[in-house]
């Protein structure tokens, strides 16, 4: 079973910074690429950022400039440093993995349980 621990969010006023990690656990042996979505309450998930394995990112127009993704692969950690945060960014962070799952050897979809970002003065 794929597990992830997740950490970072809370609350912080606009301007402020943080930074979000994600690590998956060592049941996925081989991960493709790595990402960060955005829930906020009565709105679709949106993506945040991308990284593929290779080191390619894409970011949402809105968080361009603002926020940067990167991972770590030999921790199965994909982070998200969080600058010039505003109001709008507010929501619950998932991080997401496309990887070889070891126990069934296939490849999937996971996602973790989300970390809440409030942004407010």
């Known amino acids: 079973q794929v597990q992830f621990v997740e950490s970072g969010g809370g609350l912080v006023q606009p301007g402020g910074s943080l930074r979000l990690s994600c690590a998956a656990s060592?049941?996925?042996?081989?991960?493709?690429?790595m990402g960060w979505y955005r829930q906020a309450p009565g709105n679709q998930r949106v993506m945040v950022a991308t990284?593929?394995?290779?080191?390619?990112?894409n970011y949402a127009d809105s968080v361009k400039g603002r926020f940067t993704i990167s991972r770590d692969n030999a921790k199965n950690t994909v982070y998200l440093q969080m600058n010039s945060l505003k109001p709008e960014d507010t929501g619950v962070y998932l991080c997401n993995v496309d990887g070889l799952e070891l126990a069934t050897m296939s490849r999937g979809v996971y996602w973790g349980q989300g970390t809440q970002v409030t942004v407010s003065s």
């Open positions: 990284i593929s394995s290779d080191g390619n990112t």
């Open positions: 060592r049941s996925i042996f081989h991960i493709y690429a």
